[in-house]
């Protein structure tokens, strides 16, 4: 078994007329270090599958392992539990919240650990330090650019030291040179041994990882090797 299995996975919205069969049997596996992209058109549904890899969105039908652990046999707080130790998030849209300086939105995943402030604030810092933002964890996410706000989100997700990150098209509201540094830094991320996981509808950012699995109406229709 791969250390990431995604066997038969199947996820419906909506019953009866209305459903929508988002997710339609896909299977496939990732092994501990990869960087892999998922790509498709809209509605294709990438989203919904790095939903129920994000342990967000129970599946209909099928099975979806890490590390050997069935998430989704999982109660809901061995879920949460299973969030916190293994996975870090990334959205488009950064979700900083904007009254909090830098220091205090990278230390919202520490929240729940049970170790004290000043060492969080440490954590904080030094995740701020691995994405070149050293020095600006007093700013607020309105005081630093774009590109700043989503090495910040980076930091977030990386601050508890998951062994895998999802990352929803990361560059999606970056500029070229942003995206190229953004880019960069996620091969950086993953030499140090993290895998990743993301989502994106540019063919450039998917040329830095080293696979692409395609979808198409809620199939795997393609998994490219990237030489």
């Given at each position: 078994m791969s250390y990431i299995q995604v066997d038969d996975l199947s996820k419906q919205y909506g019953e009866g007329e209305a459903a929508v069969l988002a997710v339609r049997g896909i299977n496939f596996g990732i092994a501990s270090g990869e960087l892999i992209a998922i790509m498709g058109e809209s509605g294709s549904g990438k989203s919904t599958l790095l939903t129920v890899m994000g342990a967000l969105n129970s599946p209909g039908r099928g099975k979806y392992w890490v590390d050997e652990i069935d998430v989704y046999a999982l109660g809901q707080e061995e879920r949460a539990d299973f969030r916190r130790n293994?996975?870090?998030?990334?959205?488009?849209?950064?979700?900083?919240?904007?009254?909090?300086?830098?220091?205090?939105?990278?230390?919202?995943?520490?929240?729940?650990?049970?170790?004290?402030?000043?060492?969080?604030?440490?954590?904080?810092?030094?995740?701020?330090?691995?994405?070149?933002?050293?020095?600006?964890?007093?700013?607020?996410?309105s005081q630093i650019s774009g590109g700043e706000q989503e090495r910040v989100a980076i930091a977030r997700a990386?601050?508890?030291?998951?062994?895998?990150?999802?990352?929803?098209?990361?560059?999606?509201?970056?500029?070229?040179?942003?995206?190229?540094?953004?880019?960069?830094?996620?091969?950086?991320?993953?030499?140090?041994?993290?895998?990743?996981i993301m989502v994106t509808h540019n063919p450039e950012c998917a040329r830095y990882t080293q696979r692409t699995l395609r979808l198409s109406d809620g199939l795997l229709v393609e998994e490219e090797k990237i030489s």
């Open positions: 293994y996975l870090g998030f990334v959205f488009q849209s950064f979700h900083l919240i904007p009254y909090l300086t830098v220091q205090e939105n990278v230390m919202l995943p520490l929240t729940p650990v049970n170790i004290r402030k000043k060492q969080k604030r440490a954590m904080a810092e030094e995740a701020l330090g691995r994405v070149g933002l050293a020095g600006k964890g007093g700013r607020l996410p990386m601050v508890n030291n998951p062994p895998i990150l999802l990352a929803d098209e990361p560059t999606g509201n970056l500029d070229t040179k942003n995206t190229r540094e953004m880019m960069n830094l996620l091969q950086e991320l993953n030499s140090d041994g993290m895998t990743i």
